[in-house]
């Protein structure tokens, strides 16, 4: 309970301290895009340790042609531990949406239960510097969703929400989408928690973290009636409402690139009004939260971040 407290009182202070002069944190993009094994995870993690950070969140822990086992779940666990910076995962549509049976059925519900059972058992960020979370699941009705979590750092609000880049797993098949349907219902009431904190502490910012990117609408043919529904439409219509009547600014960090995107571009927040929209490239990317720049968020230069799917 000390150790649990010193960590809090040590947050706080930086917390504090962070909110008149700034810091930076990193993301981790999706890895596993460009790698079937956690050499650039590895080396991901190694180069954010070498800097100075408040936190990192990482897209991912494993890629789709990785096996959804156990065993692969605590290698990375235990990669993820061994980080010095405060580190949090953000889930990705590979660790448990396209997992299937010895028998290729679907394994995606049994695995995100096990994930959760294994990567979100406490109230503290991976790494040396613990980061306090509060977790969606301090909520009874919402005890599932340990993987939502928020913290603070200056006048910041930060917060993970499982929008798995795979059409938020919504599927076209009748009467198989218990999973997304709940998920839907404990994102609302995820996002309308975050807000109101921020609202009522006046934050200068909230910042979310997902896989897939919910801003992005679906582009398809006039008259088309196969195309497939946009699972990310509904709570597209939630973050937008909720950033129309937020004085503040509204940033949002996934690693789904947008349909036509060049990649080859140097990353850049792209902003509706007050509500960003960031897609991390491969490697990781460092972003500077300067309360003195009216931008307020600074991206790392291209020079200092080299993609690790190029090394």
């Given at each position: 309970?000390?150790?649990?407290?010193?960590?809090?009182?040590?947050?706080?202070?930086?917390?504090?301290?962070?909110?008149?002069?700034?810091?930076?944190?990193?993301?981790?993009?999706?890895?596993?895009?460009?790698?079937?094994?956690?050499?650039?995870?590895?080396?991901?993690?190694?180069?954010?340790?070498?800097?100075?950070?408040?936190?990192?969140?990482?897209?991912?822990?494993?890629?789709?042609?990785?096996?959804?086992?156990?065993?692969?779940?605590?290698?990375?666990k235990a990669l993820l531990s061994s980080a010095k910076n405060g580190l949090i995962v953000s889930l990705s549509a590979s660790d448990w949406v396209t997992c299937r049976t010895a028998a290729d059925r679907s394994a995606a519900i049994e695995r995100l239960g096990r994930i959760r059972e294994l990567f979100f058992s406490d109230e503290f960020s991976f790494g040396d510097s613990k980061i306090p979370l509060i977790r969606q699941s301090t909520s009874p009705k919402f005890r599932s969703y340990v993987e939502n979590a928020r913290w603070e750092i200056g006048n910041v609000v930060?917060?993970?929400?499982?929008?798995?880049?795979?059409?938020?797993?919504?599927?076209?098949?009748?009467?198989?989408?218990?999973?997304?349907?709940?998920?839907?219902?404990?994102?609302?009431?995820?996002?309308?928690?975050?807000?109101?904190?921020?609202?009522?502490?006046?934050?200068?910012?909230?910042?979310?973290?997902?896989?897939?990117?919910?801003?992005?609408?679906?582009?398809?043919?006039?008259?088309?009636?196969?195309?497939?529904?946009?699972?990310?439409?509904?709570?597209?219509?939630?973050?937008?409402?909720?950033?129309?009547?937020?004085?503040?600014?509204?940033?949002?960090?996934?690693?789904?690139?947008?349909?036509?995107?060049?990649?080859?571009?140097?990353?850049?927040?792209?902003?509706?009004?007050?509500?960003?929209?960031?897609?991390?490239?491969?490697?990781?990317?460092?972003?500077?939260?300067?309360?003195?720049?009216?931008?307020?968020?600074?991206?790392?230069?291209?020079?200092?971040?080299?993609?690790?799917?190029?090394?």
């Amino acid at each position: 309970m000390l150790l649990a407290l010193a960590f809090v009182l040590a947050a706080s202070c930086g917390a504090a301290l962070a909110q008149t002069t700034g810091f930076s944190f990193g993301v981790i993009a999706h890895v596993f895009r460009n790698h079937a094994d956690e050499t650039a995870l590895r080396n991901a993690i190694s180069e954010t340790d070498a800097d100075n950070l408040a936190f990192v969140v990482a897209n991912g822990i494993k890629a789709s042609s990785e096996p959804c086992t156990d065993k692969l779940y605590g290698q990375r666990k235990a990669l993820l531990s061994s980080a010095k910076n405060g580190l949090i995962v953000s889930l990705s549509a590979s660790d448990w949406v396209t997992c299937r049976t010895a028998a290729d059925r679907s394994a995606a519900i049994e695995r995100l239960g096990r994930i959760r059972e294994l990567f979100f058992s406490d109230e503290f960020s991976f790494g040396d510097s613990k980061i306090p979370l509060i977790r969606q699941s301090t909520s009874p009705k919402f005890r599932s969703y340990v993987e939502n979590a928020r913290w603070e750092i200056g006048n910041v609000v930060f917060a993970t929400i499982n929008l798995p880049a795979a059409n938020n797993h919504y599927l076209p098949e009748g009467g198989r989408n218990s999973e997304f349907e709940d998920r839907q219902i404990a994102n609302r009431e995820w996002l309308q928690r975050i807000f109101l904190n921020a609202a009522q502490k006046k934050s200068d910012a909230v910042v979310l973290f997902c896989d897939g990117d919910p801003l992005a609408t679906q582009r398809h043919r006039v008259f088309d009636f196969n195309v497939k529904r946009d699972g990310f439409s509904e709570i597209r219509q939630r973050i937008n409402s909720y950033a129309a009547h937020f004085d503040g600014k509204v940033l949002l960090i996934h690693g789904q690139g947008r349909p036509g995107a060049d990649s080859s571009n140097p990353p850049a927040i792209i902003w509706q009004r007050n509500l960003g929209d960031l897609e991390v490239p491969a490697g990781w990317l460092k972003v500077t939260v300067d309360p003195a720049n009216p931008k307020l968020f600074e991206l790392g230069k291209a020079a200092d971040q080299q993609p690790l799917s190029r090394r």
